[in-house]
């Protein structure tokens, strides 16, 4: 089984360039985030001409998430259970299926903006119910894994120079404290290989030129359970797929197992 993560940063905008890396990839499961569409809007016809089903949670202009699935999309959960809200309304930032015999999540983990913001609360408060949310899941029999956007950078190793994050979100003590909390309710960080330069960023902004200059972050995460990583045969960033008009700012990062292992 093939499956990956990737922030498309609106499903809209970057639709054929989607379903053209989906028929080239052979991805089997794909985890979305920032669909940035509504769940009428998604475009379920398209992708089921490819093979895949959809399962989406997606209310609008902002955030969204979805899982692509050609081997199956069983027992949907929509939603973080018991997640904060925001402003009143739980954004739709996670989803969840077993597809193949595989329980997945895809996560779009708040940003947080400012470290004095309240957004940055609420971030943290999202992971810990994130990591309730994954606990008996994370502990049984079952391949699984959490994969998505989680806005952190697990170390400094994962910046392309620390200094220049200093003082801001996705590095901060707390953000990665909240990481190590989700692995250990028995999670792995599976690490991709980069197919260029020695670092698997999986960021670059869209200015000064970020990306030619590989001025990266690794934010796309895939976090397993034991039964997921000792399935692992390869892991990789498609950098590729950064490249180029109209890409996303992320690349997708795809992992290979052989569940038969």
Known sequence: MRIATYNVNSITARLPRLLAWLE????????????????????HEQLREL????????????NGVALLSKVGLDDVVTGLPDGPDYEGVQ????????CGGV????????????????????KLQWFRSLATAVAEDAAGPRPFAVLGDFNVAP??????????????THVTPAERAALEALRAAGLSDVFPRALKYDRPYTFWDYRMLAFPKNKGMRIDLVYGNEPFTKAVTDAYVDREERKGKGASDHAPVV???DLDR
């Open 91 to 98: 954004e739709p930032r996670a989803i969840s299926a077993t």
């Open 155 to 168: 170390t400094d190793e994962d910046v392309y120079d620390p200094a220049v994050f200093e003082g801001l």
């Open 51 to 62: 093979g895949y089903e959809a399962a989406v949670n997606a209310t609008g202009r902002w």
């Open 24 to 43: 080239s990839s052979g991805t089997d499961v794909v985890c979305i985030q920032e669909t940035k569409c509504s769940a009428e809007q998604f475009p």
């Open 103 to 122: 329980r997945v999540w895809s996560v779009y983990v708040p940003n947080g903006r400012e470290v004095e913001h309240d957004h940055y609360g609420y």
């Open 255 to 257: 992992v290979d197992l």
